[in-house]
């Protein structure tokens, strides 16, 4: 379904309101001069009048080209939203910790933190995966889906880049409610294949769900859950500024391993950046099926072509002024 809209509303307000203010100003003080002639019959018999029509003409050579840059001002896109598209691939759900703990930096060969590893990561995954719909939830201590399942690739790859600790609650991990939530964006996927990445480090909080309601769940969608564990799943320390040496969150591995067997799927251990990347690529070697998925609002640009238009209608003026009517 094709739309429209302003992507800068804002600028166009204030661009409309500065030109409609230029136009007050410019009547009140610019006054057209006028002239007493001696001749005026013979004058009037030659079309030597304040009313002539290609003064009219050349004024709306001008407004027109003035209306059109404050309208291009407003940056005019065409929109067409949830229209389905046909394409071979799978449905996937990219399901990120954004808990307290993603903030280590426990890479020996990298100075990223755990979020800005996985991060990247997500996203040079995301980019090889031209076919496929992907969407995003993340979880602390509580879990929110920040984008349903889309093709429009760059909004799920901006909405990764913007992530941050402290977008919701940090202090916990409510694992299995983050897949229960996954899942229930993908109850109405089409797709004969869907699959869901789970990014962690640590074990899930106390107040968490029963992890075995999320595995059934995804179990009765047929849902295949990939889960990736970074960090480390043995206790390690780190110093802190105030307590001295405390314990890392530690990987849950067990429980890792039997989400991802009991849905067919895999579980990872990342103990680098170089290992987070293989275990994308091996991720990236799903299998793919034909199904129809919704694009959401792609935008299209039209300004390019009001460009030429403003260009050709100032073009018409200068060509009128100075070769047409001159010394008229």
Known sequence: MMGFRFAAPLLLLISALILFLAALLRSRIVKKPTYQYTLVQSLL???????????????????????LMVFLMGKPQHVDSYRPINVDGIDIMMVLDVSGSMQFKDFADDDRTRLEVAKDEAM????????????????????????????????????????????????GTTLAR???TAVSRLRNSKAASKVMIVLTDGEPSEHDINPSIAIEAAKKLGIKVYTIGIGSDQIEYFIHPFYGAMPKPRVNKELLE??????????????????????????????KSKHDTPLQNTYYD??????????????????AITYVWYGI
């Open 45 to 67: 018999a030659y079309m030597h009048t304040d009313s002539m029509w290609h003064d009219k003409l050349l004024w709306l050579l001008r407004a027109g080209a003035l209306a």
């Open 258 to 287: 039997r989400i991802s067997q009991q849905t067919g799927g895999k579980f990872f251990m990342a103990r680098n950046s170089q290992e987070m990347r293989s275990i994308y690529d091996s991720i990236d070697s799903l299998e």
């Open 302 to 319: 039209v300004g390019f072509w009001l460009i030429f238009l403003i260009i050709g209608l100032l073009v018409a003026e200068i060509i």
């Open 124 to 171: 040079h995954f995301i980019q090889k995966r031209d076919q496929d719909a992907v969407g995003l939830v993340i979880f602390g201590n509580d879990a929110i889906s920040r984008i349903p399942l889309t093709m429009d690739k760059q909004m799920v790859l901006d909405m990764i880049k913007q992530l941050e600790l402290g977008l919701i609650d940090p202090d």
């Open 178 to 180: 983050a897949i229960v």
